[in-house]
């Protein structure tokens, strides 16, 4: 019997201090509910972590470990059922974590929303991780678990009630309110600075099925992309390119490819925010996807990722405020349709700032998951 249900990785990191009192608020500290301990490189964040907590969090085990050491990487692997990280960018320091957990049959969650990682996580690690019963879940946060479990219960009804699924769905977001961090914005730049180094990966993270790896007789079906300002007459209104599409999208392919296609391996899907009615609409549609564009162009160009990381992207450890947090909210709709035209629709809410309370609950509810074998 391992020692730990849950070890929270990164614990001091922003998402991960709002994570930490979640699980406080939800499983308490005493081990009676879930047994779980804190893990980050420095002991004295640790310890001032611990007394942010409300002296509630005096009780919790630390384990002070490096993200770069392996050796100390399968150390905690092995002292708990699961491993959630907060610890990003992964693609510059989530490596040796996730083979730890893949190869000592550790369950491991987390958020990152970097496909080129996830797929080199995937290609390398899969094979290790089968062998070993480990379970390694990316996108615990709002990316992706609301788009995932909404197309799951979509098709769930659509076979209820039509005996098919759906094979086009649609996700619109209608409504949301949520910060930016600074863990998030770190993430997002350092995809532009791959991309620059390897021109290469803009084809990979262009490619819907890119997280298909190892799936045989994968769909090839030509996916719809919301890239302009264009008018949705399902929703009948106008919609703008989504930024969290590019790996939302993934993910859900990837579930479809997993699951045995049970979506069908003609199964589209699509995401969009929606921006209203009429020229206003029209409008609101356009200022978005121009302005999705310039910062994904920017991303991208050396001298002008270097001034949005210096002057306008937050700091690594910022992030909305707890008010901010707690005023946040998202509101998603989904369309789907079958093959002869029936129609089904539904919709997945959330409260709190969807990137930071709500990723924290969706977060720690998955290692939870994970841990009790739900």
């Known amino acids: 019997m391992r020692e ?28 009676s509910r879930l047994r779980w301990a804190i893990a980050a490189r420095s002991a004295a964040r640790l310890a001032e972590l611990k007394r942010e907590l409300d002296g509630a969090g005096e009780g919790l085990p630390v384990i002070v470990a490096d993200a770069a050491d392996e050796s100390a990487m399968r150390s905690l ?33 987390d958020l990152t929303g970097e496909v080129q990682w ?34 799951f219960f979509l098709q769930q009804e659509a076979r209820r009630r039509f005996g098919r699924p ?10 949301m309110r949520g910060g930016f961090s600074g863990g998030t914005a770190a993430s997002l730049l350092n995809v532009g600075k791959e991309v620059r180094a390897n021109p290469a990966l803009r084809r990979e993270l262009a490619n819907p099925y890119s997280l298909c790896v ?4 994968g769909a090839n079906v030509r996916q719809p992309n919301v890239s302009s300002a264009v ?23 990837r579930s479809n490819a997993l699951s045995d296609y049970a979506y069908t391996r003609d199964f589209r899907y699509d995401e969009a925010v929606s921006t209203g009615r009429g020229f206003k609409g029209r409008l609101a549609a356009t200022g978005a996807a121009l302005g999705l564009g310039a910062f994904m162009v920017a991303t991208a ?34 369309f789907g349709r079958t093959d002869d035209g029936r129609v089904i629709r539904a919709k997945v809410t959330g ?12 977060l720690g509810e998955a290692a939870a998951c994970l841990a009790f074998d739900i």
């Open 214 to 217: 190892g799936v045989t007789g």
């Open 301 to 334: 160009i050396g001298p002008t990722r270097a001034l949005l990381e210096r002057f306008v992207l937050p700091k690594p450890g910022e992030g909305p405020s707890p008010e901010a947090q707690r005023r946040g909210f998202f509101d998603l709709r989904f």
């Open 4 to 31: 730990f249900d849950v070890v929270v990785f990164g614990a001091t990191s922003f998402v991960g201090r709002i994570l930490c009192r979640y699980l406080l608020d939800t499983y308490g500290n005493d081990g």
């Open 166 to 175: 759906a094979s086009h769905v649609k996700m619109r977001v209608r409504a």
């Open 118 to 151: 996830i797929r080199r996580m995937i290609e390398r690690y899969e094979g290790a991780a089968k062998a070993s019963g480990a379970r390694i879940v990316h996108c615990c946060g709002f990316d992706s678990i609301p788009s995932d479990f909404g197309v």
């Open 77 to 109: 692997a092995v002292r708990t059922k699961v491993v959630v990280s907060t610890v990003g960018p992964y693609a510059l320091y989530g490596e040796p974590l996730v083979k730890a957990c893949a190869e000592t049959g550790t369950d491991y969650c």
């Open 231 to 253: 008018y949705d007459a399902d929703f009948k209104c106008f919609v703008a390119p989504f930024v969290m599409a590019a790996i939302n999208t993934r993910i859900v392919h």
């Open 351 to 362: 409260d709190r700032d969807p990137g930071y309370g709500s990723t924290a609950k969706m």
